[in-house]
């Protein structure tokens, strides 16, 4: 199986500044990772993806890092706003499973 | 598009009943998956499906069951609930394997 773990369950930031959410996976085969947003009494949403020929990817306010020498993950969330409050999980894939970290619990402060 | 939709939204059952949680999605995607959610947990993957008629079973698959008889619906079954069932469970579906994952709003179910 893939273990799958965040190195902070909880993370509090300022209003306006950045935030980086960690994330480590055991499985040297995963080839396809996500990280999703999910707010209280909602589905988890999509934010970014990056597959395993990748080291870097931007999205719009993220950036996804991937390092695989070390088997790491992080999501970078840049000038983080109040909309931003909310658990954030990673996931990695290899073949058709998908195994989910235990979440991150992002707190912006005004 | 309603995208992907979860029936219901709350159930409380006994212990030993049996129940289908729905799952439908109008997006023509050939991936589905059941994930369960226990507080201060990830998701853990029970079954997905790679397209109509086939299925697998995931992380934490005892206790439920599934079939993919159209590519719009995927039915998650209890066959005999139990305290341990109790959880959030949330449907996803998407394209393939390897891109983006379109989750319901998910199913909070209780076991007495």
């Known amino acids: 199986g893939e273990s799958v773990g965040l190195h902070l369950p909880t993370l509090s930031v300022q209003e306006g500044d950045n935030s980086i959410i960690n994330c480590a996976y055991s499985?040297?085969?995963?080839?396809?990772f996500i990280w999703y947003k999910q707010e209280s009494g909602k589905g988890p949403q999509f934010i970014i993806d990056?597959?395993?020929?990748?080291d870097k990817r931007q999205g719009q306010r993220v950036t996804v890092l991937l390092n695989k020498t070390v088997k790491h993950l992080s999501l970078q969330i840049a000038a983080t706003q109040p909309g931003d409050s909310a658990v954030y999980f990673c996931?990695?894939?290899?073949?058709?499973?998908?195994?989910f970290g235990t979440g991150t619990s992002l707190t912006v402060i005004p | 598009n309603a995208g992907v939709t979860q029936t219901p939204k709350f159930q409380v059952l006994k212990t030993g009943q049996s129940m289908t949680l729905q799952c439908a999605q109008d997006?023509?995607?050939?991936?589905m998956s059941w994930y369960r959610q226990d507080p201060g947990m990830g998701l853990r993957l029970i079954h997905y499906?790679?397209?109509?008629?086939?299925?697998d079973q995931g992380e934490v698959p005892n206790g439920y069951n599934v079939s993919r008889s159209t590519t719009e619906d995927f039915p998650l079954r209890l066959l005999s609930a139990a305290p341990s069932q109790t959880s959030v469970y949330f449907c996803?579906?998407?394209?393939?394997?390897?891109?983006?994952?379109?989750f319901g709003p998910g199913t909070r179910l209780t076991v007495l």
């Open positions: 996931a990695t894939s290899s073949g058709n499973q998908f195994y």
């Open positions: 499906s790679v397209g109509a008629g086939i299925t």
């Open positions: 997006m023509n995607h050939e991936y």
């Open positions: 499985n040297s085969a995963s080839d396809y």
């Open positions: 996803a579906s998407s394209t393939s394997s390897y891109n983006e994952q379109f």
């Open positions: 990056i597959r395993s020929n990748m």
